[in-house]
């Protein structure tokens, strides 16, 4: 049985270690342009987080986290704009009031918290994105990978559930 | 669509063909391929079914860039098109461009971005390879979930709405006009030409501000294609681009053009009221002119002031006034819409330097009147009486505000901002009292000095050698403004200068100016009917500082002047042509082309809860009764996706960002069956 969190990786020359993957769901007009904008400052930071863009963080249907985590990811980001700089002036409302009921909802269903993160980075704050990722990529990597069908199988939730929908 | 998109087929589109990917990987000149090993990548991508075509080129942007993704579209027959490059923020709209020149349906088109998020932040060859591997078979994935999509057309009325009467809506006014467009121009206030009419002279010209609003207002007035209200108060808004309805009340301006004497009757009204336009330093009649030369040129009543006594009316023999007046509604129809309502200056706290508790401590915007010629004193410096010796000027109150130090505004935030203006505007006024009034010693305290524009730093320069004293203090420690307990002066300014090294100083003074900052004006009214995006600084925020500085996020509105943040006059004339020219350049179709990335209520699965109505910040969605459906109005979205996240039913769906295209990128990304990933 390969690991879920190991099975995306691609050994190159002498990399055998497990990497964390993380799928990070930015925002297009502040924090997508928030990386770029670390990009063209050349700030280096850890390729663990890859980035699917939505037009506002008000886009991040909460099934789209769970369905990163059932998949294979061992944490998710969600970056989005400070609240008052909205381009869609209160998109980013609903994610305010989304993201800490997903959090509750995450660790209900056995997730570290350490996996789920929800900040806001303007289109200025390219060092804050980078740092973040980093920050993230750490604090996931000391957390080991998430099997989470496995970890949910083993504490009895969705008992009976089969394990070959979600690719064990 | 296109004929060649019919033909085409798409997946999950009732279409039938499979898609025929082709994917072109930049080398950006070597930054992305010095780092990323594009051949790799282009020959792993290559393997991966339906795609038909992977290369890498040194530059997809250029001419032969481009060619090639045509050539390969015509002879291969490709349906979707992958470019790996920059950020899409770049050249996307370059490549759709190309698709649509090769006649594909240009939405048929997916933009990696592998220089800004990959090439340019993960210096390990390998890792860099890898990643950008699976950012391009997640685009991969993605692209097949693709549909060929077309712009909205949405028809447009040939005509403008102004909201403001100063120099920015007058000159976007003119602008629009001379285009040959009809333009309304509303202001709230009984007469025009706004913040700049009570200025005096500019910098950096020298230029008095009403010989340069004169001509222009004389413009606007004239012109067989504007109408103006004044007195005018915005009451409702329906509508969109192309076609937005206000409605406006029109208050009673009490006084019309066939009052004759006019001097005569202002003098007979026993009520007075502060005048604002001299910022509170005279007092005005309840029936007044601001100022000569102002337009309308008759006079306007403040029914603040006003008791109704009947005095001027008898005194105007019974014509051209009208105490009994009631306010009228009406409804303006424009295609587009120019927010031209300036700024307020920053009104210090009580006791901030000392401002309402002595009477020699002024706004620089007050002692801007007090200089000029037409003003309350006849441009003399006159203060209780007493003659002046020591003038004080203090740099950003208001502004460039501290946490801890500077108590927040009512809303809490504090003005951390540059208003841009005022340092250059200190300087003009004190090189022109220092030559006028060559006898005065002026001190200077500011924490920094910023002449930023053209001309500006010569005022600083002849300041210097006019001999007016710089004292730079420590933010930290503002200085301190008593009352001299030697009474050689009124007032003593206590502070640190940092220019000597933290020598304490003592500077007595006989007339103290606060260089007060600017603060947006409280628009609630204008956000609540328009939907505007609003700064951090409350300031209206625009699209983007750079690719669209004068629009607004919600479509058919534009910027002009000061609304967007802290202008001199410079500044906002600027702006307000810009704004005019963006606005020309759409009500000059007969149709505008919006992009298609906006919600659609798949009307099988609503169950008419009415949650998505409750989410758009646009009230782009109605419920139609009948139907008990759900309705998104294809002009008002702006395609933020927020319903389509809220939707209980999955009943709502994003073009450009639908579940199928979002997940399946999620997949590929974690290496779940890639580029497989196909729609049910």
């Not at chain 1, 990811?73 to 381009?87: E, Q, S, Y």
């Not at chain 2, 401002?355 to 006159?382: C, F, I, S």
């Not at chain 2, 328009?530 to 500082?545: I, Q």
């Amino acid at each position: 049985m390969t690991q879920v969190g190991t099975q995306t990786q691609q050994p190159g020359p002498g990399r055998t270690t497990w990497e964390p993957r993380i799928i990070g769901f930015l925002c297009y007009w502040c924090s997508y342009t928030g990386a770029d904008s670390a990009g063209t400052a050349r700030m280096q930071y850890p390729p663990n987080v890859d980035i699917v863009k939505v037009m506002c963080s008000g886009r991040i249907d909460p099934e789209l986290i769970t369905t990163a985590f059932a998949n294979g990811a061992d944490g998710v980001m969600v970056l989005g704009c400070h609240i008052g700089d909205c381009h869609y002036i209160s998109g980013n409302h609903k994610t305010m009031v989304r993201m800490p009921l997903m959090r509750r909802l995450l660790a209900e269903l056995g997730l570290e918290p350490e996996r789920f993160r929800h900040e806001w980075v303007s289109a200025a704050e390219g060092e804050k994105f980078s740092k973040l990722v980093a920050e993230m990529t750490e604090q996931v990597r000391a957390l080991g990978p998430l099997n989470w069908p496995r970890l949910l199988y083993e504490r009895g939730v969705g008992h009976g559930m089969d394990l070959k929908a979600w690719g064990e | 669509m296109t004929e060649n998109t019919r033909t085409a087929g798409v997946p999950g589109n009732g279409g039938g063909e499979e898609p025929r990917i082709g994917v072109f990987i930049c080398h950006c000149g070597g930054n992305i391929s010095d780092v990323v090993d594009v051949h790799r990548v282009a020959e792993e991508i290559g393997r991966l079914p339906s795609v038909v075509f992977s290369t890498t080129h040194t530059f997809v942007c250029s001419d032969p860039g481009q060619a090639l993704i045509e050539q390969k579209i015509k002879e291969l027959n490709l349906n979707r098109v992958i470019v790996a490059a920059c950020s899409p923020t770049l050249h996307e709209l370059t490549f759709r461009r190309t698709l649509a020149r090769a006649g594909l349906n240009q939405y048929l088109f997916e933009h990696t971005n592998v220089r800004e998020q990959v090439s340019w932040v993960v210096a390990d060859h390998e890792l860099a390879t890898q990643k950008a591997t699976r950012l391009i078979r997640a685009a991969v994935a993605r692209v097949r979930h693709l549909v060929p999509l077309e712009k909205r057309r949405i028809p447009i009325h040939p005509s403008a709405l102004v909201i403001g009467g100063g120099v920015a809506g007058l000159t976007a006014a003119r602008d629009l006009a001379d285009r040959g467009f009809a333009v309304t121009v509303i202001e709230s206030a009984p007469f025009l030409g706004g913040r700049m009419a009570q200025l005096d002279r500019l910098y950096p010209t020298g230029q008095r501000a009403r010989e340069l609003l004169q001509p222009l207002v004389d413009e606007v007035v004239r012109h067989p294609r504007i109408t103006i209200h004044t007195n005018a108060e915005l009451l409702q808004a329906t509508g969109f681009i192309g076609d937005f309805r206000t409605t406006v009340r029109l208050h009673p301006r009490g006084v019309d053009t066939s009052l004759k004497n006019a001097g005569a009757v202002i003098a007979v009204c026993p009520e007075e009221a502060p005048d604002p336009f001299n910022y509170g330093l005279t007092k005005r009649k309840a029936i007044y002119l601001p100022y000569e030369g102002c337009y309308p040129p008759h006079p306007a009543i403040d029914w603040k002031a006003c008791t109704k006594c009947g005095k001027c009316v008898e005194a105007a023999g019974g014509a051209g006034i009208d105490l009994g007046g009631q306010p009228t509604d009406v409804e303006i129809q424009s295609g587009v819409i120019l927010m031209a309502v300036g700024l307020d200056l920053y009104e210090p706290r009580r006791g901030e330097y000392g401002y309402r508790e002595h009477p020699e401590v002024v706004t620089l915007a007050q002692l801007n009147r007090l200089l000029d010629a037409d003003g309350p004193t006849g441009g003399k410096l006159v203060l209780n009486g007493r003659p002046i010796r020591n003038v004080g000027f203090i740099h950003c109150v208001g502004s460039l505000q501290h946490k801890g130090i500077h108590p927040p505004m009512p809303d809490g935030r504090i003005n951390d901002y540059c208003s841009r203006i005022c340092c250059t505007t200190t300087l003009r006024a004190a090189t022109e009292l220092k030559e006028r009034f060559p006898q005065l010693n002026i001190y200077d305290f500011h924490e920094d000095i910023r002449t930023y524009g053209r001309g500006h730093e010569a005022y600083y320069d002849r300041a210097s050698q006019q001999g007016i004293v710089f004292i730079r203090f420590d933010p930290q420690r503002p200085p301190r403004v008593e009352r001299d307990p030697r009474g050689e002066a009124p007032l003593v300014v206590k502070t640190v200068d940092r220019l000597t090294l933290g020598e304490e100083v003592e500077v007595p003074i006989d007339l103290l100016v606060l260089a007060t900052g600017l603060v947006a004006r409280d628009m609630a009214r204008l956000v609540d009917l328009y939907r505007c995006s609003v700064g951090s600084d409350r300031f209206l925020l625009e699209v983007h500082p750079k690719l669209r500085p004068v629009e607004l996020a919600a479509f058919g509105l534009f910027l002009a002047g000061s609304v967007q943040g802290p202008m001199d006059t410079v500044e906002s004339t600027a702006a307000a042509a810009a704004a005019a020219s963006k606005a020309a350049a759409l009500i000059a179709q007969a149709h505008v082309e919006l992009d298609p990335f906006i919600a659609k209520v798949v009307e099988e699965k609503c169950s008419g809860c009415r949650i998505c109505l409750y989410v758009c910040p646009y009230d782009a969605i109605s419920r139609d009764d009948a139907k008990k459906v759900a309705v998104v109005n294809q002009a008002l979205c702006t395609g933020c996706g927020t319903c389509v996240a809220t939707c209980p039913c999955n009943a709502i769906i994003q073009f450009g960002f639908d579940d199928a295209q979002v997940k399946s990128e999620v997949l590929a990304l974690l290496g779940r069956q890639p580029a497989l990933a196909v729609a049910a």
